[in-house]
């Protein structure tokens, strides 16, 4: 069956530095999801891409998917402490209505 | 809007015990999800429910497991007889439509530990 796969598991980083998230899959994509879970909370949808190649900018995070729809990978430039949370992607092959999430990286901001 | 509620928040029980979780989506959604969140597996899905239907139940773990949604406004999930490897966050989500490319929006989650 389709598979996830989410690097790095975990990520410490200082406060203003950058972070990166990637996320593979073993199958073609027709969309990504990405969602933020702050410690002890749930999944929060941040963002959908769909085309191949496609770029979005939420403020301080960019969201990519790759020309093969096999991958994506989420930036946050200049972290703050208010980043830190697990980071999940879904992604979606051919089921019409299932995301397979991968494992998720922690993000922890030292101030 | 109150968003996805789910009842009880921390749930502890004994091996062998019948659990019941209890989700109420937001309304207007016609799309339920329930997932298991544990370390080793990630988020895993459980089982879909499409306009109160069941559409896919391939991730139920065993027949211990099931699921009812009666109406639109509620779903069960409940284990008989509970196990300790059952410990894990359960959540229920809930999206306007019945495809991927829909914003799944999570409840706060039932937090289980069988003893």
């Known amino acids: 069956g389709q598979q996830v796969m989410q690097i790095p598991q975990y990520q410490h980083v200082q406060e203003g530095e950058d972070f990166t998230t990637y996320c593979n899959s073993s199958?073609?994509?027709?969309?990504i999801q990405w969602y933020k879970q702050r410690p002890g909370g749930h999944p929060v949808f941040l963002i959908q891409?769909?085309?191949?190649?496609e770029v979005k900018k939420q403020k301080r995070l960019t969201f990519q998917f790759g020309e093969a729809k096999k991958n994506s990978s989420l930036h946050i430039t200049a972290t703050q402490t208010t980043d830190v949370g697990t980071y999940f992607c879904?992604?979606?092959?051919?089921?019409?209505?299932?995301?397979?999430f991968g494992k998720g990286t922690l993000l922890t901001v030292n101030p | 809007d109150a968003g996805v509620i789910q009842s009880p928040r921390h749930e502890v029980t004994e091996m062998g015990q019948e659990v019941t979780l209890r989700c109420k989506p937001i309304?207007?959604?016609?799309?339920l999800f329930w997932y298991r969140q544990t370390m080793m597996r990630g988020l895993e899905l459980l089982i879909y429910?499409?306009?109160?239907?069941?559409?896919?139940d391939s991730g139920m773990p065993e027949d211990r497991f099931s699921a009812k949604m009666p109406n639109a406004s509620f779903s069960t999930l409940k284990i008989q007889p509970s196990e300790p490897r059952d410990s894990a966050v359960y959540f229920c989500?809930?999206?306007?439509?019945?495809?991927?490319?829909?914003?799944?929006?999570f409840g706060p989650g039932t937090r289980l530990t069988v003893l």
């Open positions: 989500a809930s999206s306007l439509s019945g495809t991927a490319r829909v914003e799944q929006f």
């Open positions: 199958t073609t994509l027709s969309n």
């Open positions: 891409l769909v085309k191949s190649g």
């Open positions: 879904g992604g979606s092959g051919g089921s019409n209505y299932k995301l397979t």
């Open positions: 309304s207007g959604h016609n799309s």
């Open positions: 429910f499409n306009n109160n239907v069941p559409i896919d």
